[in-house]
């Protein structure tokens, strides 16, 4: 059976908070869960760590975690932090 | 993994890795933060750190036990409020800085992670410092402090870190490493995260930091030469050198260290600094101060005594001195490991020398400055303007302090303008990649965004152009005490010399310079400048082909400037605005150039252009400065009436090259395409009209205009490839410059519309165009054909069929030139050619295969056609 993206969008207030909601869904994910965070226009220390640990659960499930409408400034922030590679991302 | 690592432990490897990923993710973060947020956040910190100033001098004072508390609270204040006052409207975010009128923008970006080392000389007023230098530049800062200043340094990062933190900073921004290890600073000056090591310490700091492979700012020790010049203000000298040398017990490497003092007011200086509380040494007691301030194993001097009050060191070392004494002065008799006290001395220890002469005091100061102070400080006292521009000139130090402490005078801000800073670059005297002094454009990559900026154009003739049928009348406007007619045999012959005559203003004295009708040589403007220079001539006119009109802008330009190097002037370049040889704009003599051509081709009348023959080397040399171009042109067809038809034909041809060549060239513009274009029409339609009947006088009124106007476009968007390996080959085999551009024309013309092998840098021209431009012409002269492709075919076959109608041999073989002499001198005519300035607005790049490629097509003649398709395949 072909994996079913589950789509969580992420809101741009209280990212940390959504980000540890995804991780619930990711237990009944199959195959990828894309987050949808093109309403996120800045992120935190905290939110990019929520992000990390949320990516090493993927990995741990084989799930593959893929980051919607990510806005650049976010992007160059990921690529920064070498969180990037961790991520597939879709426009 | 960082060198060194194996050493280290598991858990302090994971350790430090925790802190580097912190203050990248920190870094990261702070990307996202605008100006308004770090200034923001920047004077929150400030206001923070001047709270705690008498604090944390106090920690300072307590762990360090160096220097003095009053002093480091200020340093505290200045590190904060100063710098504030500095950087609080400086952008280092996004755009820093703009120059719309070179079409550069500076953009900021933050370095990401630095790792810093500070001293324990100045700890606190230090860490404050670069706190917020990194969060002005929104980088993330991993402390390492010196072990004996470790908690004092913590609790500033901590107070700086909470109040940026409390404003906005991201989280992990500021992090001090736990205790001090040099393998753990070696981990982390290796670690491939680091973008930026900031080191302010001891040598040993300075060269790990370099030694690192790291960029670095690596700001170490220092020697601070001071001259105490005879004319200086002795008061203010004596004032400023102890509060400098005082200050924080001497603790700052910029303090003076040792004063080089004039004979004439030596005695009455250390008068001075005995009643403001210093102690002269006598010898003894330099004798003792030398061993004990200074270690003699190692030439440095002893921790013991840094940062230490007069009283302390001298009781320590047994130096009895009153209770009051601030400075311990002690006269030294040279530089080096014989006189230990010229090194460095961070204590209120101060050497001074008696200098005998001025010549002796700069020699001494260099000494000091060269005896471990390179690239770091010197200070003069002095109101001798020419001293003191002297000694800046002599001595390798980042900062020269005139009239001033030395230690704060070098900090910046308070006694002067300079930047102020807590870190003194020292340049390459220093090991240091900066003589700077440090701020917050040290603490970023500023990115520079170039916008294409079009060159500057021109457009540049005579001033006078006087055309049409008997044009030379107006020669009589023209008032001249002595005029020179520069012509040749023939032309007096057939009377053209006495129709330029009879038109002279009759006071007009004249005489004829008579040369040879050929390029000229070295020896016949050598012969023209001394008749110029006997007649003392204010005018010439030249009268003739290209060749005479050529040898009088030579003439000229000698008689005027006779220094002008002509082997110089002749040096190759690329751009005629960036050239690196000038024509000489001072001018002895001074002399109207009239241009008359005699013959319709070479528009030199026109032209920035002269070319001579260099017999001994046999090749044409090229000349280039719009100082050449004649002051009028006077373009009278009556002159070209009887010009033989051979003659109109070279030179017609040579005329159509000018303008097809300007018409395709980079530098071509809206102003000469009109000339080009007209030009060429006017070629293709009177050229074999004058050559077929040469006494239609409208067919020559029109070449000869034809030809000054192709003049107007080259002389202001130049030729190109054509010219070069006509210029070459002509010189080679003596064969008249318009005939040698015939047999390149065809094949130029499709070597050019064909794709580059390489393209010609031009900012000017937006695409390639020269396939276009050739397209458009043949479409001028309604030559038919559908694509592009089709319209260049056309062209080339009606300039082939021009040159068949003008009778021109179509082939270098033709000429009767072996293959065999051709094969052996296509080398030389390659290197002549590509050493030809013609070819620098050309629109294609010639490769030296290419010049080959195209000889050969010459001397072969095949069809060019084939040439161009031979071209498209390669």
Redesign the interface.
């Known amino acids: 059976m072909a994996p079913i993206a589950l789509i969580f969008k992420v809101e741009g207030n209280g990212i940390g908070h959504a980000l540890r909601e995804a991780g619930e869904k990711l237990e009944k994910a199959e195959g990828q869960l894309v987050l949808d965070v093109s309403a996120v226009h800045r992120i935190d220390p905290a939110a990019l760590k929520a992000l990390e640990e949320l990516a090493g659960m993927a990995e741990g499930k084989r799930v593959k975690l893929a980051l919607r409408g990510v806005n650049i400034d976010v992007y160059r922030v990921l690529k920064l932090a070498r969180l990037a590679p961790r991520f597939s991302f879709l426009s | 993994m960082p060198q060194n690592a194996s050493s280290l432990s598991e858990e302090r490897i994971a350790y430090l890795e925790g802190l580097v990923r912190q203050a990248?993710?920190?870094?990261?973060?702070f990307?996202?933060c605008t100006q308004e947020d770090v200034d923001r956040i920047v004077k929150q910190m400030v206001l923070a750190g001047l709270e705690k100033a008498q604090h944390l001098a106090r920690l300072a004072i307590e762990e360090t036990r160096l220097g003095v508390l009053e002093d480091k609270a200020i340093k505290n204040m200045v590190a904060t409020e100063f710098v504030y006052d500095y950087v609080k409207d400086k952008r280092t975010v996004g755009a820093i800085r703009e120059f719309p009128e070179r079409g550069l923008v500076e953009v900021a970006e933050p370095i990401?992670v630095i790792f810093s080392l500070t001293p324990i000389t100045n700890p606190t007023s230090t860490v404050l410092f670069k706190c917020i230098m990194a969060i002005k530049t929104r980088n993330a800062v991993i402390f390492s402090p010196h072990p004996n200043a470790w908690r004092c340094c913590t609790e500033a990062v901590r107070i700086m870190y909470e109040a940026a933190l409390k404003h906005g900073a991201?989280?992990?921004v500021f992090t001090c490493l736990e205790s001090h290890d040099l393998q753990d600073n070696a981990y982390l000056m290796r670690h491939k995260?680091v973008g930026l090591i900031d080191a302010t310490g001891g040598p040993g700091a300075v060269k790990a930091a370099y030694s690192s492979g790291k960029p670095a700012l690596g700001v170490g020790a220092g020697n601070t030469p001071v001259y105490l010049e005879k004319t200086a203000d002795l008061d203010m000298a004596v004032v400023d050198i102890i509060t400098s040398k005082t200050f924080d017990n001497g603790t700052i490497c910029a303090s003076e260290q040792t004063v080089v003092i004039d004979d004439e007011i030596y005695d009455l200086v250390l008068e001075k600094f005995a009643d403001l509380g210093s102690h002269i040494c006598n010898e003894p007691e330099t004798a003792l101060l030398s061993r004990t301030v200074i270690d003699p194993a190692t030439g440095f001097m002893r921790p013991m005594a840094v940062g230490q009050k007069a009283t302390d060191i001298a009781r320590v070392i047994g130096l009895s001195v009153r209770p009051s004494t601030k400075l311990l002065i002690a006269p030294i008799q040279g530089v080096g490991r014989e006189h230990p006290l010229s090194a460095e001395k961070l204590c209120p220890v101060l050497a001074v020398y008696r200098a005998k002469t001025a010549d002796e005091a700069f020699k001494i100061c260099v000494d000091v400055n060269h005896a471990g102070g390179l690239g770091h400080t010197a200070v003069i006292f002095s109101r001798n303007n020419d001293i003191i521009c002297k000694f800046g000139e002599v001595i390798n130090a980042g900062r020269i302090i005139v009239n001033s402490p030395g230690s704060i005078g070098a900090m910046g801000g308070v006694y002067n303008d300079m930047v102020p800073t807590f870190s003194f670059g020292c340049g390459t005297g220093g090991g240091n990649s900066t003589t700077d002094n440090v701020n917050v454009y040290h603490y970023l990559n500023i990115k520079r965004v170039a916008r294409r900026t079009p060159a500057h154009m021109w457009f540049r003739i005579p001033s006078q152009i006087y055309f049409n049928m008997n044009a030379v009348e107006n020669l009589r406007q023209f008032v001249s005490r002595s005029t020179i007619i520069v012509s040749n045999p023939s032309l007096e012959q057939i009377g053209h010399v006495d129709v330029v005559r009879r038109h002279l203003p009759a006071e007009t004295t004249v005489h004829v310079a008579v040369i040879p009708d050929a390029e000229p040589e070295a020896k016949v403007v050598t012969q023209g400048v001394e008749t110029l220079n006997f007649y003392r001539a204010d005018q010439i006119i030249a009268l003739g082909g290209g060749s005479m009109i050529d040898a009088a802008k030579i003439m000229k330009l000698k008689y005027e400037s006779p220094e002008a190097d002509l082997e110089q002037l002749a040096a190759p370049f690329l751009d005629i605005r960036k050239r690196v040889v000038q024509y000489p704009t001072e001018k002895v003599n001074r002399a109207r150039l009239i241009a008359i051509p005699t013959t319709s081709g070479t528009g030199s009348e026109i032209t920035p252009f002269a070319v001579m023959f260099d017999k001994q080397n046999g090749r044409k040399v090229t000349f280039a400065d719009y100082s050449l171009t004649p002051d009028v042109a006077i373009v009278d067809p009556q002159f070209v009436l009887s010009m033989p038809r051979g003659l109109t034909a070279d030179t017609g041809i040579d005329c159509l090259t000018h303008a097809l060549e300007a018409a395709v060239s980079i530098y071509a513009s809206p102003y000469t395409d009109s000339s080009a274009l007209q030009a060429i029409q006017l070629a293709f339609k009177y050229l074999p009209i004058a050559y077929e009947n040469p006494q239609d006088e409208e067919a020559r009124t029109m070449m000869h205009n034809a030809a000054s106007i192709a003049a107007i476009a080259f002389s202001n968007a130049s030729v190109g490839v054509n010219h070069a390996l006509a210029h070459a080959f002509g010189a080679r085999y003596g064969v008249a410059h318009g005939r040698a551009n015939a047999l390149m024309l065809p094949h130029v013309i499709a070597y050019n519309a064909s794709v580059p092998t390489k393209f010609m840098p031009s900012p000017n021209q937006r695409a390639y165009s020269a396939h276009i431009r050739y397209a458009q012409i043949g479409d001028l002269l309604r030559l038919g054909g559908n694509t592009v492709d089709e319209k260049v075919k056309k062209l080339v076959a009606a300039i082939e069929q021009l040159l068949d109608r003008l009778a021109f041999p179509r082939s270098i073989a033709e000429l009767g030139i072996s293959r065999e002499d051709f094969e052996r001198a296509v080398p030389d005519l390659v290197k002549i050619a590509f050493d030809d300035p013609s070819w620098r607005s050309n629109p294609r790049l010639p490769l030296l295969s290419e010049l080959q490629e195209l000889l050969w097509s010459a001397y072969q003649g095949r069809p060019a056609a084939e040439h161009a398709a031979r071209q498209q395949s390669a």
């Open positions: 990248r993710t920190a870094a990261a973060v990307t996202q990401g991201p989280e992990g995260d």
